[in-house]
């Protein structure tokens, strides 16, 4: 598809060979980043959206929500594993007829797998049946997958293609983990893309003061005991905020274990989660209880079920 109608009839202003693309997630990361370029008044600016599929739909509303306050259009993307599941079906019935073999399939394996690999339409889910397993801390594929890859062939190397260079805002703050505080505030990767990460020594509480500048609500799971806002759950869910969705979000624990249902019925072991599993328990319902414990897990947690589901919680101090 030609993009340079559809950039054109967002700039009215005189043409620029730059574009600043501002990554938007939903969380209060990319919203500062965001609106940090507007303050920096940088040219042709717009911003990208890649839906994971394992959003709430609370997150959907308010990347709409930031479109609509700030005026900056925002592109929605998602991948498509369509072609790679019809690859991995492919290499089963090979499997099954004996004329191919990879790593510990086996027949009886190939079948059962293939009865259950089948592209959905879910960004997330696909990716998990296509892979035959969920991402995890030691192979986050999901971001790359979903996110960093999407934005990249599906945006902007088509961009580059017609001339542009890219300049990619990225929400990123250094006292987030280790890696990333080892990353550079900007980065040429080439091939017409530099990264820039504005907000790489701020804090979260710099994030929440942005937002109070220019009137922007921060996503209002902040405000429903999430500490972080983008895959529900991410797999890097703490207990905590485990406890917050089940309890506030009973549906998402749901869709979770379906998941996980379909996921290890398309894998090779013939069992998937999506959250770790050792001693807290084997599969999304267990770790719910789990997440319902006092510290040692041994013994329920009985003050939270006094507590208001409804009412605000912030582990960011924004109910105050």
Known sequence: MKLIPIINAYFKAPFFPV???VSVSGGKDSAATLLRAIECNAPNLMAVFADTGNEH????DYVRYLECQTGVPITWLKADFS??????????????????????WTRRRAIRALKHTHATGNSFLDLCIWKGRFPSTKARF???????????????????????????????????????????MS???????????????????????????????PNPL????????????????????????ADRFPKEI????????MVGAASRRGSATLL???KRGHGIRELVEWSKTTRGGKHYDLIPLTEDTTSCSSVYGLCE
């Open 83 to 104: 072609k790679q599941i019809e690859n991995k079906r492919n290499r089963l019935f090979k499997v099954i007829r004996g004329e191919f073999v990879r790593g510990k």
């Open 254 to 261: 749901d869709r979770i274990e379906s998941w996980e249902r």
């Open 57 to 60: 739909q609370v997150t959907y």
């Open 222 to 245: 902040y405000k429903m005991g999430m500490g972080r806002v983008g895959c529900m759950p991410c797999i890097h869910c703490n207990k905590a905020e485990l406890r917050q969705i």
């Open 19 to 21: 574009l600043n693309i």
């Open 142 to 184: 999901c971001s790359t997958e979903l996110k960093r890859e999407v934005i990249l062939y599906k945006l902007q190397f088509p961009l580059i293609d017609q001339g542009f260079k890219i300049i990619s805002w990225q929400g990123v703050r250094a006292d987030e983990s280790l890696d990333r505080s080892k990353l550079p």
């Open 276 to 278: 770790t599993s050792d």
């Open 187 to 217: 980065d040429h990767i080439g091939d017409g893309v530099t990264n820039y990460r504005p907000i790489l020594k701020w804090s979260a509480a710099d994030c929440f003061d942005m937002h109070k500048k220019h009137n922007i609500d």
